[in-house]
């Protein structure tokens, strides 16, 4: 009977043995499939995010030459302004010309007409 009790022990010990090796079989198993899924995963997410990597790239060189353009039209309308300015100033100055230039014209006429001596502005 000692020998069936012992038995009877083994047994319940081999089981509990094989149930413990079941569970360390199922968790090493979960995580190895853990792993490769992650693996795989990180694969997949790579292989997606190229692309959209390689777009941004792009469009931050379109972006960095549309800037660098902007600053370049920003200068030529600086450019412009002052030479409208300039062009501004130049009429002005050409159109008091103008008006000194008549009015001597007008002094002139007179003079030749024999209205006036001595013309006032002609020196």
């Known amino acids: ?7 009877d022990a083994i047994a319940v010990m081999l089981d509990g043995l094989e149930r413990r090796l079941d569970q360390k079989f199922d968790q090493k198993l979960e995580e190895k499939l853990e792993e490769k ?8 997410l790579e292989e997606k995010l190229k692309p959209i990597r390689t777009d941004i790239l ?12 902007m600053a370049d039209v920003r200068d030529n309308v600086y450019e412009l302004r002052k030479d409208m300015d300039t062009v501004k100033k130049q009429t002005v100055y050409n159109y008091d010309r ?9 002094e002139l006429q007179t003079v030749v007409e024999g209205k006036m001596d001595k013309p006032r502005l002609v020196q």
């Open 58 to 69: 792009t469009l931050y060189g379109e972006v960095h030459g549309l800037k660098n353009e």
């Open 98 to 106: 103008i008006i000194d230039n008549y009015a001597a014209i007008r």
């Open 37 to 44: 899924l992650e693996e795989k995963l990180e694969e997949k």
């Open 1 to 7: 009977m000692a020998d069936q009790e012992t038995l």
